[in-house]
């Protein structure tokens, strides 16, 4: 089944203890992205990386880093998580453009609370 | 900067009326339109878009015309579902090269038997 997957579902964590959220994809897409969701303001990128090793930031990357060392994962790592952190974060595929209009594909997303 | 600007919520309405979302957009180009859906402890799925004006979109009863003139992108669905109660994202996305959607603020649909 084509799909977006990410771990963990549900986090629970303290200020300033460094955790990963992990994505995967298995469509083979070249394009990821990272996003959060908070409630009033929609969903805002947070990374996206259009291919292998290729990475960029998006409209609120402060506080979060990313990699992509394979074409299927793509994870966002909190080096030192703050409150202002909690949020629903969602990932997202898209295979290389053909023209305008491609679809995305989202993961279940992750909750992340910090305390 | 592009923007999506989308009526608040909730809308409430009984099972079979007739449901209307506004979506107006900010653009600097040409930009694709799109409304996702997410239900509850979901993630976020298309449910339809069209990329140039005039084009209308359609999936699941659900239709939305892209209008150049007026900027809108407005949901609409003859006769909704208790099933159909969920939040819905207006977004777009412009002609830039990577894939990065723009997306309002969401309307959550509530909807009664």
């Known amino acids: 089944e084509a799909q977006v997957t990410q771990n963990p579902r549900y986090l629970i964590t303290v200020t300033g203890k460094k955790l990963t959220v992990t994505c995967s994809q298995n469509?083979?897409?070249?394009?990821m992205s990272w996003y959060r969701q908070d409630p009033g303001l929609g969903l805002r990128q947070i990374y996206y990386?259009?291919?292998?090793?290729?990475?960029d930031k998006g409209d609120v990357p402060e506080g979060y880093k990313v990699s992509r060392k394979e074409k299927r994962n793509f994870p966002l790592i909190l080096e030192s998580p703050s409150p202002n952190q909690t949020s629903l974060y969602f990932c997202?595929?898209?295979?290389?453009?053909?023209?305008?209009?491609?679809?995305?594909?989202f993961g279940p997303g992750t909750r992340l609370l910090v305390l | 900067g592009d923007s999506v600007t989308q009526m608040e919520g909730p809308v409430t309405l009984s099972e079979e009326a007739f449901l209307t979302i506004n979506c107006t957009y900010t653009?600097?180009?040409?930009?694709?339109l799109f409304w996702y859906v997410q239900y509850p402890g979901e993630g976020l799925q298309l449910l339809l878009k069209?990329?140039?004006?005039?084009d209308k979109g359609s999936n699941k009863g659900f239709e939305a015309t892209y209008r150049k003139e007026t900027t809108s992108f407005h949901l609409e669905k003859g006769s909704v579902q208790v099933s159909d109660s969920a939040v819905y994202f207006c977004?777009?996305?412009?002609?830039?090269?990577?894939?990065?959607?723009?997306f309002g603020t969401g309307t959550r649909l509530l909807v009664s038997p």
């Open positions: 997202a595929s898209t295979p290389k453009r053909t023209g305008v209009g491609e679809t995305q594909y």
């Open positions: 469509m083979n897409h070249e394009y």
């Open positions: 990386s259009m291919n292998v090793e290729v990475t």
């Open positions: 653009a600097t180009g040409y930009p694709s």
């Open positions: 069209a990329t140039k004006a005039d």
């Open positions: 977004a777009l996305s412009e002609d830039t090269g990577f894939q990065k959607l723009v």
